[in-house]
C-alpha cells in the first residue's frame, strides 16, 4: 500500500521564479492538504483539495496556488518567490473531509536563493 | 483563534527514563488531536490520535491524554530509547460549528534521549 509521495526530494529556485511541488495522496484517499514549515517552526496550513477544488485555505498569499487532478494527486505552484519561502513544503491526504487522520508525505525542500 | 504550545521546547534524557510531553491549546472547540513524530528533514509520522470524546489513546510504550476542558494534551513515553530521539509535534483539528478546520500545530518539542 503506497503511502503518500512528493517530488521533488528538494530543489534550489531564485528570488522571482517559479516552482511546483507534486504530491500523490496515499491510496483510498481523494483529498489533499498542504502545509508550509519553515525551520524551527510547526506546519502551517496552506490549502486543501477535495473534488479538484480549493475547499479551505490558510492565510496564504495569491502567489501560492494549487491543483488537484482527476486521480487525486495535486500539485503546488508558488509564483514570484521570495526568500521567506524557504521551507519545507508537506502534503497530507485524508479521505473525505471529515475529520479523519490525514497522513503525511516526506515532503519537498525548497530553498531560495 | 486557536494556538497550540508545546513545552519544553527541548528535552535530554538518558535513555530508560519515562518522560511526559505536554502540550496546550487555547480553544477547546476542537473535533481531535494527533501527536505526530518528525526525524530531521523528514516528513510527519503520525503517533496518536485522539477523537474530542475519548480521554486517552496507547500504541505500545506511549500514551496519549486529553483534557478538552482545560486545552491540555500529554504524551507519555515509557522506557525511553535512542531511537526515540526526534522531534515531537502536537496538532489539534478546530471545530466551527460543525465544520472542521485543518490542522493547527504547535512548535514541537525536540527530544533527545542519551544512551
Known amino acids: 500500500d503506497a503511502g503518500v509521495t512528493q517530488s521533488p526530494t528538494h530543489l534550489i529556485k531564485t528570488r522571482g521564479q517559479q516552482v511546483t511541488l507534486r504530491c500523490s495522496p496515499k491510496?483510498?484517499?481523494?483529498?489533499v492538504s498542504w502545509y508550509q514549515q519553515a525551520l524551527g517552526q510547526g506546519p502551517q496550513f496552506i490549502f486543501q483539495?477535495?473534488?479538484?477544488?480549493?475547499?479551505q485555505r490558510g492565510n496564504f498569499p495569491d502567489r501560492f496556488s494549487g491543483h488537484q487532478f482527476p486521480n487525486y494527486s495535486s500539485e503546488l505552484n508558488v509564483n514570484a518567490l521570495l526568500l521567506g519561502d524557504s521551507a519545507l513544503y508537506l502534503c497530507a491526504s485524508s479521505l473525505g473531509q471529515s475529520p479523519y487522520e490525514q497522513y503525511f508525505g516526506p515532503g519537498t525542500r525548497l530553498t531560495v536563493t | 483563534k486557536q494556538e497550540v504550545t508545546q513545552i519544553p521546547a527541548a528535552l535530554s534524557v538518558p535513555e530508560g527514563e519515562n518522560l511526559v510531553l505536554n502540550c496546550s491549546f487555547t480553544?477547546?472547540?476542537?473535533?481531535?488531536l494527533q501527536w505526530f513524530r518528525q526525524d530531521p528533514g523528514k516528513g510527519l509520522t503520525s503517533l496518536l490520535l485522539i477523537q474530542s470524546s475519548q480521554r486517552e489513546q496507547t500504541s505500545g510504550r506511549l500514551n496519549a491524554s486529553l483534557d478538552k476542558s482545560s486545552g491540555r494534551s500529554t504524551l507519555y513515553i515509557a522506557a525511553s530509547q535512542p531511537g526515540d530521539s526526534a522531534t515531537y509535534l502536537c496538532a489539534v483539528r478546530p471545530n466551527y460549528g460543525g465544520s472542521q478546520g485543518n490542522l493547527i500545530f504547535g512548535k514541537g518539542t525536540k527530544l533527545s534521549v542519551k544512551p
Open positions: 491510496s483510498g484517499h481523494d483529498t
Open positions: 483539495y477535495y473534488e479538484e477544488e480549493e475547499r
Open positions: 480553544d477547546s472547540a476542537i473535533y481531535n
